[in-house]
């Protein structure tokens, strides 16, 4: 499979309990501007209010360094209050895919994980 960049990531938390948090996530990769128009959060619709369950979210990331910037901006994001307990399951399209676990993850480690999971180059095929 021939894939080109930008690819998307899709980032999903491991504990269905724990989803709420993909939310705070994306607002925070907003705040940086090599994220803004780049995210999207996606669901179903919840059985019992009349909001939809967030269940992924999806990053776009294109070549240039962004990999890395995306490590320092989990790594930050896993160091908030209330984040100790998250794991992350980060997924690319062709359904390579990799669990960072936020209370053992440090930001060598988490960039070392993204490089291998999603970097391919252009037209690079695996």
Known sequence: ?????????????????ERMHL??????????S?????T???????ENDLGTAVELLTVA???GGVISVLAASLSSW???PKRTDITLKVTR?????????ARRATL?????????????????TE
């Open 1 to 17: 499979m021939i894939e080109k960049w930008p690819i998307e990531a899709q980032i999903t938390v491991t504990d269905s309990a």
């Open 23 to 32: 939310e705070s996530l994306d607002s925070w990769l907003r705040m940086d």
């Open 34 to 38: 090599s994220f803004r128009g780049r």
């Open 40 to 46: 999207k959060l996606s669901g179903t619709p919840s």
């Open 61 to 63: 990331i294109g070549s």
């Open 78 to 80: 896993f160091q908030q």
């Open 93 to 101: 399209p062709n359904g390579k895919s990799v669990e960072i676990h």
């Open 108 to 124: 060598d480690e988490i960039t070392k994980l993204l490089h291998e999971t999603l970097e391919t180059g252009e037209g690079a």
